[in-house]
T-cell receptor, first 114, second 110 residues
């Protein structure tokens, strides 16, 4: 069964801490995405990647960076966490080269920044 | 990438067909229409997609108007487990951002 796994379901961090959210997919997908979801705002795209070592900014990249050193892993990094980054973070992947096909999502990581 | 517009919320009686509309009047000829749903506390789940022809799978049917400016997702016999937020997305190729709007919150009424 296809799977996107996010490293932590729940995290609590303090303001100013560096936070790593890890995402691994086992489908050999080329494309990976990070979204955040907040009440009333829907899903908003932070960053995406269509290949190893490649990244593109989404709609709300400020305060975030990403790393894609291996095809199966896409990491979201909060260099200095702030309270307004408290949110649900969702990772997704898709695999059709040249055509963005069906997205497979992880279960999400709920981050609280105190 | 084309913007999509959906109603904020809808109700449907259990056992009836749920028809969820989506407007994508600026869709281009090579953009597909995708539908996802998100059940509370879970990641979104793919339902169906289409280009211009109507599509059906085990979960739902997708009806796309001839001019492709709108579409309707049909859940033929809604159950309480279909209560979720449904997202309609128009998207084409690998260089497009995949943008989710706020979706339609579907309530299935017992």
């Amino acid at each position: 069964d296809v799977k996107v796994t996010q490293s932590s379901r729940y995290l609590v961090k303090r303001t100013g801490e560096k936070v790593f959210l890890e995402c691994v997919q086992d489908m050999d997908h080329e494309n990976m995405f990070w979204y955040r979801q907040d009440p009333g705002l829907g899903l908003r795209l932070i960053y995406f990647s269509y290949d190893v070592k490649m990244k593109e900014k989404g709609d709300i990249p400020e305060g975030y960076s990403v790393s894609r050193e291996k095809k199966e892993r896409f990491s979201l990094i909060l260099e200095s966490a702030s309270t307004n980054q408290t949110s649900m973070y969702l990772c997704a992947s898709s695999g059709l080269a040249g055509l963005t096909g069906e997205l497979f999502f992880g279960e999400g990581s709920r981050l609280t920044v105190l | 990438d084309a913007k999509t517009t959906q109603p904020t919320s809808m109700d449907c009686a259990e056992g009836r067909a749920a028809n969820l509309p989506c407007n994508h009047s600026t869709i281009s000829g090579n953009e597909y229409v995708y539908w996802y749903r998100q059940i509370h506390s879970q990641g979104p789940q793919y339902i169906i997609h289409g280009l211009k022809n109507n599509e059906t799978n085990e979960m739902a049917s997708l009806i796309i108007t001839e001019d492709r400016k709108s579409s309707t997702l049909i859940l033929p016999h809604a159950t309480l487990r279909d209560t979720a937020v449904y997202y309609c997305i128009a998207n084409m190729n690998r260089d497009d951002k995949i943008i989710f709007g706020k979706g339609t919150r579907l309530h299935i009424l017992p």
